[in-house]
């Protein structure tokens, strides 16, 4: 079943394949769940949110008429259960700030103790970071950083046109380097040129 | 610093690849004298380099066999809104099972069930048989029932520190305000395919005869009284889904002048007619 085209899984789960649908899921539970984890800032309701776009797949796959990839179509169906759930709950702003489960201590053996330190550091405050983003800015940056998908396939994902996409991207991207600078992960920049000049 | 406005969407882009050659070329050459657009250049490449990667996240155990489990137990979401997926995550599949189990409970409670009803029988006695720390349906209804009161802080911490509430009145799986649950006390929903919906689980849309999407603007109060379902369609979004007989169907289409809104699926054997209402 592993080696099955993942066309003809969606195919046969379209028409009740339990089976193929399992696979699909195997397949992608990890992507879903990276996704959901980080548009809902904690495991338990990543979770749920997972597992809700993976009913909703199901109940939904007779409808899907492969206009977009079926990945691109799952992770609509993720990013819409997550923000769902932090609608419903509105648990966005409960989120604790040390939230421990959320750190990941996976050493990283080309760096130096001391900059995996650093590194684990950074990678905490940009989780903190990605929470307290609007849920629009934070989807597209998860998108494009942890699944690397191209502006195109962020617009397919998110049902925006790319324009949105790129503004969003800019605007998250800003907001995030502002607070990095403001929890003093990132050095505030010199002043620049024009600020030099003005204070001479 | 501020970044200069004219290169801001485009040093985005050219950290994301999505600049042609020539404008790459541009931005490259704008970074050699500009410190500010250079700066957030360098943060951002510090946020990707920290960023985790897909392989560092750890999937919960149990994610795909609790998804599966619910599947294979015919209790497939009917419904968007499963409160009592927070419970079952956190149990092992074959607690899902038993959730799954007993989603369908309320449905054989109803009145004009006979299917879901007998549905329910076997899956009650296979819930009995796996259930590992909830030790009965009614039990496991009642934890469910306590579920569906997650919005209230008090109830949901009871849940997560694994106490059972007291039953409470609100039923967890009603399908809409007017659904069948209503049937004993008010008034019952105006059509009478309204609970065979548990029937009608992987319904696509060859199960239908005709099909009509129409915005809930323009249904008005039209379906009021008619038991509607939370579905998604291919693009993502949410609709509520009326199926109704071709009568009503029909009746309802000339009133509302919508016959262009209708597609018909001929060669479908089905008697079930959908409005897809969106919002």
Known sequence: MNDIPEQQLVKSARSGDADAFETLVRRYEKRVYALTLRMCGNSADAQEAAQEAFLSAWQSLPFFRGEASFATWLYRLASNASVDLLRREKRQKAVSLDDAELTLDIPDSRLTPHEEAERNELRDAIRTGLKSLPDDYRAVLVLRELHQLSYQEISDTLDVDVGTVKSRINRGRKRLCEFLTRTGNFSPAAPSKKTEKEGQ | ?279
């Open chain 2, 1 to 279: 610093m501020k970044i200069c406005e004219n290169y801001a969407l485009l040093l985005d882009q050219f950290l994301d690849g999505e600049l042609s050659k020539e404008d790459e070329a541009l931005v490259r050459e704008h970074l050699v004298s500009c410190p500010a657009c250079a700066a957030y250049v360098a943060d951002a490449m510090a946020i990707r380099a920290a960023f985790e990667d897909l392989d560092e996240i750890e999937v919960p155990e149990g994610l795909s066999d609790g998804v599966m489990a619910v599947i294979r137990a015919h209790a497939a979401p009917r419904k968007k809104n499963h409160r009592w997926m927070k419970a079952a995550a956190s149990l092992a599949a074959c607690a899902a099972i038993v959730f799954a189990a007993v989603r369908i409970i309320p449905f054989g409670a109803s009145s004009g069930t006979s299917a879901a009803s007998a549905e329910s029988a076997p899956m009650e006695a296979r819930a009995g048989d796996v259930t590992d720390g909830v030790e009965s349906p009614a039990e496991a209804r009642q934890q469910l029932t306590a579920d569906s009161e997650m919005s209230d802080p008090l109830s949901s911490s009871n849940l997560e520190s694994g106490q059972n509430s007291a039953p409470v009145s609100v039923e967890p799986f009603a399908l809409a305000p007017n659904s069948a649950q209503d049937s004993g006390s008010g008034e019952a929903p105006k059509t009478a395919v309204g609970p065979m919906l548990s029937a009608n689980l992987n319904s696509d849309a060859a199960s239908y005869r005709k099909w009509a999407n129409l915005t809930a603007a323009a249904v008005g109060t039209e379906l009021d009284g008619y038991s509607g379902i939370p579905r998604q369609d291919d693009a993502g979004r949410s609709y509520t889904a009326y199926e109704l007989s071709e009568s009503e169907f029909d009746a309802l289409i000339a009133r509302l002048g919508a016959e262009d809104k209708v597609t018909a699926y001929d060669t479908s054997d089905s008697t079930l007619y959908l409005i897809a209402v969106y919002p």
